[in-house]
């Protein structure tokens, strides 16, 4: 059984940044997995964020992260990480690792694997 747990999050003022991590409890995730975080704020639906494969050859943002948060891997830690930059208030949220065997996917759905969740709140 695969458990993720993601850590990193807090508060933080509009501007600042934020580095998530999400670890996995297996040893090795073949190149064959894809990861993803995702954001849930209260009262609204959960949303992708940004999504890697594991091999690292192809990521995805949305278009309200984009330049703005960096994912990334370190396969030697089976760990993946959310690098948050200029964050808005808007960016207030639960946030979530998921991991699918396939390809990266917006859709939450379609991931088999989820960490427990991490709070961002950013203040104005």
């Known amino acids: 059984q695969v458990q993720l747990v993601e850590s990193g999050g807090g508060l933080v003022q509009a501007g600042g940044s934020l580095r998530l991590s999400c670890a996995a409890s297996?040893?090795?995730?073949?190149?064959?997995?894809?990861w993803g975080w995702f954001r849930q704020a209260p009262g609204k639906e959960r949303e992708v964020v940004a999504a890697?494969?594991?091999?690292?050859?192809?990521?995805a943002y949305a278009d309200s992260v984009k330049g703005r948060f960096t994912i990334s891997r370190d396969t030697a830690k089976n760990t993946v990480y959310l690098q948050m930059s200029s964050l808005e208030p808007e960016d207030t949220a639960v946030y979530y690792c998921?991991?699918?065997?396939?390809?990266?996917?917006?859709?939450?759905?379609?991931?088999?694997?989820w960490g427990q969740g991490t709070q961002v709140t950013v203040s104005s």
């Open positions: 998921a991991a699918r065997y396939g390809h990266t996917s917006s859709q939450p759905g379609r991931y088999n694997y």
């Open positions: 890697i494969t594991w091999s690292g050859g192809s990521t």
């Open positions: 297996v040893r090795t995730f073949s190149s064959s997995y894809a």
